[in-house]
């Protein structure tokens, strides 16, 4: 069966600093990996997939995440916090063998940015 | 702009009463989900359409049901309102259901007294 895992419920990071969300995944066949924000009172926005290719994955508002098949993580990263990707993120994954293309998310990483 | 909508935003309702809420999208995307989201659990899938006509079980679709009649909508009711339905509601579209980047409204809290 897939299942996605956000280890972490809150990840807190200074203003500049880089952060790390972390998320690893379990699948029978092929991965598909997503990450998706949560700001307040608002419905999920895309950040970023992979599907194949590249494992170095760049998305929406300076984020990127690399896919490690090995190590089975597809770690969301950003250089430079900003105070305002304080937000709920989601990992989300999709097994390519199963017939129903369901998406499974993870139960979600706070992100807080102290100025 | 094309977009997904979902009303009620709020409702309060109370134990035993049927319940809709209604998801509307102008994409055309042939693929709509319901998702419920609570604290610890992250987004559970409740139901979802490939297509008119097509719905199929979530994870969690104990308590509700949907009805795909044409592209655009996928309400999705409460036959008889409990408790533990008590939750924020995401709808979400996608045009691709392998690749799956799936596209989510604002969402309705909903309130089971």
């Known amino acids: 069966a897939q299942s996605v895992a956000q280890p972490e419920d809150q990840v807190n990071v200074a203003e500049g600093n880089p952060l790390t969300v972390k998320c690893t995944y379990s699948v029978s066949g092929n991965p598909y990996l997503f990450w998706y924000v949560q700001y307040p009172n608002r419905g999920l926005q895309f950040l970023l997939k992979?599907?194949?290719?590249?494992?170095l994955v760049k998305g929406s508002y300076g984020f990127e995440a690399e896919f490690n098949k090995s190590q089975t993580s597809f770690h969301l990263k950003k250089p430079s916090a900003l105070v305002s990707d304080s937000a709920l993120y989601f990992c989300a994954v999709r097994d390519s063998r199963d017939s129903s293309y369901k998406l499974i998310f993870g139960s979600g990483t706070r992100l807080l940015v102290r100025p | 702009d094309a977009e997904i909508t979902q009303s009620p935003r709020h409702k309060i309702t109370e134990t035993g009463r049927q319940v809709t809420l209604a998801c509307h999208q102008t994409?055309?995307?042939?693929?709509m989900f319901w998702y419920r989201q609570d604290l610890g659990h992250g987004l559970r899938l409740i139901h979802y359409?490939?297509?008119?006509?097509?719905?199929n079980k979530g994870e969690v679709s104990d308590g509700y049901s949907v009805s795909r009649s044409n592209t655009e909508d996928l309400p999705l009711t409460l036959e008889s309102a409990a408790s533990s339905q008590t939750s924020v509601y995401f709808c979400a579209s996608s045009v691709d259901r392998n690749t799956d980047t799936q596209y989510f409204g604002p969402g309705t809290r909903l309130t089971v007294l």
């Open positions: 992979y599907i194949t290719g590249d494992n």
């Open positions: 994409w055309n995307h042939n693929n």
């Open positions: 359409s490939y297509g008119v006509q097509d719905t």
